[in-house]
């Protein structure tokens, strides 16, 4: 889909024609977002918000458009707003950050153990300061966070949850709105990690009705540097600041001895210092993207991808962590083989040309569920085709043959 847009594509790599299966880490850029940035920044560039010149105030509303374009990308109801952030991880420290002054001794957090490090770490943290218990939810046998085991552990002492909505390794999907339900009966706040889902199925936070929600642009085909934190207005009337600096404060009031800031209200007081605003700019290219080829299309060619990748079961010594169903998952497919170190195969499969990403990749507990420390990630974005996964799993089996000599 849409391939002839992404001219890395068109690159040798390798000697090779490239395939490129690493989107989950990050996704290739189309060239309408790369002229975009390149347009900015060479014929339009100025800081926002603090100008008064022309420039800075045209700027700044281009940059408003394109926060309005994202945030309608993600929401069907206007009751959140979207922090930008530098990407998803920052994101979600904002928000384990939000617990800080709330959590007490005795209170607990729950996370899963299908958890990439950005969505598990921050919460360590914030149960170290606060004197929070952290509790980590099971997955089934596939890697899958279900409703079953999510109600075993649900209790009123629980005051935040933080879940992935579909996993970077095993690409199942999270049932998140059903869960949303039950952790708001159980008194709970509801954190999605939104960084595999948003770009290879529809996302709505607001339907959802998370209290925040994280993703990063760079995997959804726009440009690094930039994440989002949605946030219910709720949530961003009580936030106090995560990190503070220019343009968080109306003044700075010095009357008594104690000196006091007088910090904005809304957005602008969670958002210090210059933002990425060539990035956002450009990245309102890939939301126009994605809208013109119709998330329906992505998911229906995603899946047919996926559904030919399976076939990787077949070669003998593979092992797939997770489904072996193309249901409820996206096209994110770790495996291991019995005798073959992934960084082996990771580097037989980069000789031949194919991209992807071998190791823990930021998810250690769900490799320690599954008894592994590593696997081989293949993961899909819109421009790959059918070729491309027939390429990779011929050079899987070349692979096998070659190194499993045992
Ligand atoms: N959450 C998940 C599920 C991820 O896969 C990733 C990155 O791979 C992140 C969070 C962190 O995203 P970023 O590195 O863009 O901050």
Redesign the pocket.
């Known amino acids: 889909m849409l391939s002839s847009q992404f001219l890395e594509l068109k690159v040798k790599y390798n000697n090779q024609k490239l395939i490129y299966l690493d989107t989950?880490?990050?996704a290739l850029k189309p060239q309408a977002v790369i002229e975009t940035e390149k347009d900015f920044l060479s014929s339009r560039y100025s800081n926002i918000s603090r100008g008064i010149s022309n420039l800075s105030v045209s700027v700044t509303k281009e940059y408003a458009q394109a926060r309005q374009k994202v945030l309608q990308f993600v929401t069907s109801k206007s009751n959140g707003k979207l922090v930008i952030t530098n990407?998803?991880?920052?994101?979600?420290n904002m928000a384990a950050s939000f617990y800080e002054d709330k959590l007490q001794l005795g209170d607990e957090i729950l996370v899963s153990y299908a958890?990439?490090h950005?969505?598990f770490l921050p919460w360590i943290k914030l149960a170290k300061k606060t004197g929070a218990v952290l509790k980590v939810l099971e997955v089934d046998n596939f890697g899958q966070l279900t409703i079953d085991n999510l109600v075993k552990v649900l209790n009123p002492k629980i005051k935040v949850v933080a879940l992935?909505?579909?996993?970077?390794v095993t690409g199942a999907i999270t049932p998140v709105r059903q869960m949303a339900e039950l952790i708001h009966k159980a008194g709970a706040d509801f954190i999605v990690?939104a960084?595999?889902a948003v770009g290879h199925m529809p996302v709505d936070f607001s339907e959802i009705d998370c209290e925040m929600a994280?993703?990063?642009a760079?995997?959804v085909y726009g440009p690094t540097a930039l994440?989002f934190l949605y946030c219910k207005d709720r949530i961003i009337d009580e936030f106090s600041n995560f990190l503070v600096g220019g343009g968080t404060v109306d003044d700075i009031n010095f009357a008594d001895s104690d000196i006091k800031p007088i910090y904005k209200k809304g957005l602008e007081k969670l958002e210090a210092g210059t933002p990425p605003i060539s990035q956002m700019i450009a990245f309102a290219k890939s939301i126009e993207m994605l809208q013109t080829v119709n998330i329906k299309n992505i998911v229906n060619h995603e899946k047919q991808l996926t559904e030919e990748l399976i076939n990787l079961q077949s070669l003998p010594g593979i092992e797939i962590l997770g489904s072996i169903s193309s249901d409820n998952r996206l096209g994110i497919i770790s495996f291991t083989h019995q005798n073959i170190h992934p960084h082996d195969l990771g580097q037989f499969l980069d000789d031949a040309g194919v991209v992807c990403r071998v190791g823990h990749?930021?998810?250690v507990p769900i490799h320690r569920r599954f008894g592994k420390v590593a696997s081989v990630r293949f993961s899909l974005g819109l421009y790959n085709n059918l070729n491309d996964v027939k390429q990779a799993i011929a050079v899987t089996k070349e692979a096998i043959n070659f190194l499993d000599k045992v």
């Open positions: 989950a880490a990050s990407s998803a991880t920052t994101a979600l958890e990439h950005s969505n992935t909505y579909v996993s970077n990690d960084a595999q994280a993703w990063s760079h995997k994440g990749n930021c998810a």
